[in-house]
């Protein structure tokens, strides 16, 4: 039998560039937002944009389809927190992608299973060389405490990208990948960092912190791909 393992390690490595976060356009409430004339950095024969999603509201909400550059994108995890920070707001958060070699600026639509704010932001990434848009793992923590930990396998060559979404508070910090973004949009932190990973590892610990004593009040999302 043909260890999957080694045949990923004889593969090239893949890269992950950080290109940056975008709130949704403005507009009314709608079941689809919009992150029109998105940078996604320079484009590339077998290249896969890896967006993490942040979003809260007043209702718990989750993804329905999303499109980048006009390819429907995979979600790879989600996950809401459904009890509401002050009775009022829940958030979540998801890992998607789309493979899509030409460009430098593409139009993103994120529709959701009901109405949306303009509370929604987008941390782009930009890979080249990922050989499958089935995720080798995946992870989700709803924030019941602090710090929140999650855990999944990653494969030689292959790369890491996870966030969260909480409230305001400052003061975030990450293990286990390096840290992105920490950014503010309409009073919620939305958190991404990334890795190029070098080894195969099971169960790779992505740990979230923040420098209060109070529970995050969000979600976590990771995705490992090859």
């Not at 490595?13 to 950080?18: E, G, L, P, R």
């Not at 499109?67 to 995979?74: E, F, N, R, Y």
């Not at 975030?172 to 309409?186: H, L, P, R």
Request: hydrophobic letters at 45%; charged letters at 10%.
């Amino acid at each position: 039998m043909v260890n999957p393992y080694s045949v990923a390690a004889a593969l090239l490595a893949a890269t992950v560039s950080y290109i940056g976060v975008k709130t949704a356009d403005a507009g009314g409430a709608s079941v689809t937002r919009t992150f029109n004339a998105t940078s996604v950095g320079a484009a590339a024969t077998g290249r896969r944009i890896v967006l993490l999603v942040h979003w809260y509201g007043g209702a718990a909400r989750s993804i329905s389809s999303a499109l980048i550059g006009g390819v429907a994108a995979t979600i790879h995890a989600q996950v809401t927190n459904p009890t509401a920070y002050g009775g009022a707001y829940t958030m979540g958060v998801a890992a998607i992608s789309a493979p899509i070699d030409a460009g430098t600026s593409l139009n993103i639509s994120v529709t959701f299973d009901g109405t949306m704010g303009n509370s929604v932001m987008i941390g782009v990434y930009n890979c080249v060389g990922i050989n499958s848009g089935t995720a080798v793992d995946t992870d989700t923590e709803i924030a019941a405490s602090n710090p929140i930990t999650l855990n999944l396998d990653v494969q030689n060559g292959g790369v890491l990208i996870g966030g969260f979404v909480r409230y305001h508070n400052s003061g975030n910090s990450v293990t286990g990948e390096t840290e992105n973004y920490d950014a503010t949009f309409s009073s919620i932190r939305g958190f991404g960092g990334s890795l190029a990973v070098v080894a195969d590892e099971s169960n790779r610990a992505v740990v979230f912190s923040t420098d209060t004593a109070t529970a995050l009040y969000g979600a976590a999302v990771a995705v490992s791909l090859r």
